[in-house]
């Protein structure tokens, strides 16, 4: 059974900064791509960043680029989403999903991949 669990939510006032975690099981990062998306209350969902380890590629929406960073801890089976200077627009739900070898489909919303976490709400204050 596939598994993806977000944590490391939170409230954060603007300009602070928070980590977020995806620990997975039953998956392996050698077959799948890992995005992280988020959705605020009447908006779409917005893919905002992917891994791919089986071609050592990370990929950002401009809307984050140069604040948050993507990254792998195989010993533990987790990927990270390292959030700084964090702004209220950036309030949202956030998720992580899993998509068999490609991952081409984050910047779209994820539609397409497999497996999903349960969420981790991020509020930001001003």
């Given at each position: ?19 977020l975690?995806?620990?997975a099981?039953?998956?392996t ?27 050592s590629?990370?990929y950002?929406?401009?809307s984050v680029?140069g604040r ?9 089976n ?5 959030m700084n200077n964090?702004?209220p627009d ?6 992580c ?6 991952g ?15 969420g ?7």
């Amino acid at each position: 059974e596939v598994q993806l669990v977000e944590s490391g939510g939170g409230l954060v006032q603007a300009g602070g900064s928070l980590r977020l975690s995806c620990a997975a099981s039953g998956i392996t990062f050698d077959r799948y791509a890992i995005g992280w998306f988020r959705q605020a209350p009447g908006k779409e969902r917005e893919g905002i960043s992917c891994i791919r380890k089986r071609t050592s590629s990370t990929y950002y929406a401009d809307s984050v680029k140069g604040r948050f960073t993507i990254s792998i801890d195989n010993a533990k089976n987790t990927v990270y989403l390292q959030m700084n200077n964090l702004k209220p627009d950036d309030t949202a739900v956030y998720f992580c999903a899993a998509d068999y070898l490609d991952g081409s489909g984050w910047a779209r919303g994820g539609y397409d991949f497999d497996y999903w976490g349960q969420g981790t709400q991020v509020t930001v204050s001003s």
